[in-house]
């Protein structure tokens, strides 16, 4: 199979399955191809709608992707699945388990599931899977469901990458309280306490309703111990994120999620929220890669070399660090002016 | 970041039996492979199908039932079928040493049997890429900030 990542998307858009992987593959592996690709892509992106999914491990995060997307498909809609697993810090490796819990789109050609390892990153997201979510949106995928990393705190990462972004919580989870952060909550649009049909859903129910509801400071007992609950305000005004109850493995509560979700889609549109977001999405997005260019740029025309010699006067401190700063943006001033830059990132 | 080894590990038929398949899977992933497992009861339509979307340079099925002989070389046709042919196939679980010649015509490139050291699986793997054991961990290292 051609690895020419135009002739990929060609074949892709048309329909291609196998081009597609092979693209989405090049675009993980970063370097001159994904950068070629993703300018080819781009113009043909924007047109799908992105469903972020996270919450904490086993919350039931695939199993409610894979009721989604059922009831994606009975509408008619194609589907594009991203499942993030973590890579192990220590040998680069990952398992990635998500596809277990996605089986009823088997050989589906309206559904494309792909897994991806988040290789170092730590947002809840890999570092290419927005690229990812591009290329799926630029082929036609009319729903992009996106499932984090199960960490529970720090998928901070799918709000820049999602236009409605659903926080899953579970009972029997272990330590309730614990497992449900506020900066989690700040995030979610729409709130799920799944495994309704499980002890202990109430009390979730209720833990989760009083950190969102304004007023009298709730208290909830918590190993037999009285406790207040941390607050959430509500952080975007006109939309107050629903809590809804689903049981992802019979389909319970799956029809009052889809619609909720639309509700979402309708009221970031109307509200002209949504065209704010897909802004400062974008700015940021701009931001991130010229960093990370950047910073490219001065490893390569610096050198390792001088950069360990920074590193070393820092730690004598005979050098500040806004001192180094300016230096190494000094050393590559001309290098800018002449834009010669070597692209690869 | 470069290219990464991905591998998915199967159980195809109605075959319950999964802790070899876990094993090798967690191996795999130890040694810095990304591994993608699909779970029980898979049919061969189905690996080669999840083999496509994620794109990768290995199978790896495991098998315990007695059906390898009908199920193995259909995966590998179903691979081939999609043009997936320069995939690695490899297999593993209760499969009695006379059945593997024909495996091995059927596209099965080795067969690992209980008892088998999970070194000896990625001693393998590497050697079919031509890299050393070592390269894969390397090759995890995370991109600059
Ligand atoms: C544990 C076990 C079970 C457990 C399974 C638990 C589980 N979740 O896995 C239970 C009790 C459920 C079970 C049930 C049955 N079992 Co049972 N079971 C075994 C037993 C004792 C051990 C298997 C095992 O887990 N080994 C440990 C793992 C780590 O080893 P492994 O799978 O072989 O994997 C190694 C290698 O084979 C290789 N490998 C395996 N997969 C792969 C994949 C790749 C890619 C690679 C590279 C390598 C590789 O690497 C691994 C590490 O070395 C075997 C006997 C035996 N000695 O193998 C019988 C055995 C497999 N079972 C057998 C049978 C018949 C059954 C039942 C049908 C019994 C019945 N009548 O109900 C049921 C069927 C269940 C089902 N739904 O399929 C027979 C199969 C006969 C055959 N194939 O001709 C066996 C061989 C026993 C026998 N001698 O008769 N079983
Ligand atoms: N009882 C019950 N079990 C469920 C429900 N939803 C999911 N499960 C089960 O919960 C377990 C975990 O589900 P997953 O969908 O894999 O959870 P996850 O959040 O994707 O897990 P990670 O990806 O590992 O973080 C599985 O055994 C599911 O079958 C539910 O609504 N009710
Ligand atoms: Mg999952």
């Known amino acids: ?4 990542p135009i002739t990929l998307f060609e074949r892709a858009r048309a329909g291609d399955r196998r081009a597609l992987a092979r693209l989405l593959s090049l675009l993980e592996e970063g ?4 950068v070629q690709l993703s300018a080819r892509l781009f113009p043909h992106t924007g047109n799908a709608y992105v469903i972020g ?8 995060k695939s199993t409610l992707v894979n009721a989604l997307t059922r009831a994606y498909r009975e509408r008619g809609e194609t589907v594009g699945i991203v499942a993030v697993d973590p890579s192990s810090p220590f040998t680069g490796g990952a398992l990635l388990g998500d596809r277990i819990r996605m089986q009823d789109a088997a050989g589906d050609p309206g559904v494309f599931i792909r897994s991806m390892a988040t290789r170092g990153s730590l947002g809840g997201l890999a570092r290419a899977t927005r690229e990812i979510i591009r290329a799926l949106d630029a082929v036609g995928f009319q729903r ?3 499932e984090t990393v199960g960490a529970g705190q720090v998928e901070v990462d799918i709000a820049q990458a999602a236009d409605t972004v659903i926080v899953v919580q579970a009972p029997g989870l272990g330590d309730d309280i614990q497992a449900i952060k506020a900066g989690i909550l700040e995030i979610a649009d729409i709130l799920v306490v799944n495994k309704a049909d499980r002890e202990g859903a109430a009390a979730t129910l209720h833990i989760l309703r009083s950190m969102l509801s304004l007023g009298q400071p709730a208290v909830v007992r918590h190993h037999g111990q009285a406790m207040a609950i941390q607050r959430v305000e509500p952080s975007r005004e ?3 994120p629903p809590i809804l109850q689903t049981v992802a493995t019979s389909g319970k509560g799956i029809p ?4 909720a979700i639309e509700r979402h889609r309708a009221y970031l549109e109307e509200s002209g929220e949504g065209e704010a977001r897909r ?3 974008i700015a940021e997005e701009l931001a991130a890669l010229t960093r990370e260019r950047l910073w490219a740029r001065v490893v390569h025309q610096v050198g390792r070399a001088r950069l360990d010699g920074l590193v070393d006067q820092l730690l004598r401190r005979e050098i500040d660090l806004h001192t180094a700063v300016e230096r190494l943006l000094e050393e590559i001033q001309p290098c800018i002016e002449e834009r010669d830059f070597p692209r690869e990132a | 970041m470069g290219r990464k080894i991905r591998v998915l590990i199967a159980k195809p038929g109605l075959d319950g039996h999964d802790r070899g398949a876990k094993v090798i899977a967690r191996a795999l992933r130890d040694a810095g492979f990304e591994v993608i497992y699909t779970g029980l009861r898979q049919t061969p339509e189905m690996i080669a199908e999840a083999a496509l979307q994620e794109d990768v340079d290995v199978v790896g099925l495991s098998i315990l039932s007695g059906a390898h002989m009908t199920l193995l070389p259909r995966v590998v046709e179903e691979l081939r079928k999609r043009g997936l042919d320069d995939v690695l196939v490899i297999a593993g679980g209760i499969i009695p040493e006379e059945d593997i010649p024909a495996l091995k015509a059927a596209g099965i490139r080795e067969v690992f049997g209980p008892g088998t050291s999970t070194e000896t699986i990625v001693q393998f793997i590497c050697e079919h890429f031509g890299i050393r054991p070592e390269d894969l961990k390397a090759a995890g290292e995370p991109a600059l900030p």
């Open chain 1, 238 to 240: 006109g939309w107050t």
């Open chain 1, 144 to 146: 992009i469901l996106v």
């Open chain 1, 279 to 281: 802004r400062r999405r």
């Open chain 1, 31 to 34: 370097g001159e191809a994904a």
């Open chain 1, 53 to 60: 999914i996270t919450g904490p491990p086993g919350s039931g």
């Open chain 1, 1 to 4: 199979m051609t690895r020419d």
């Open chain 1, 256 to 259: 009052e999620l889809v619609e």
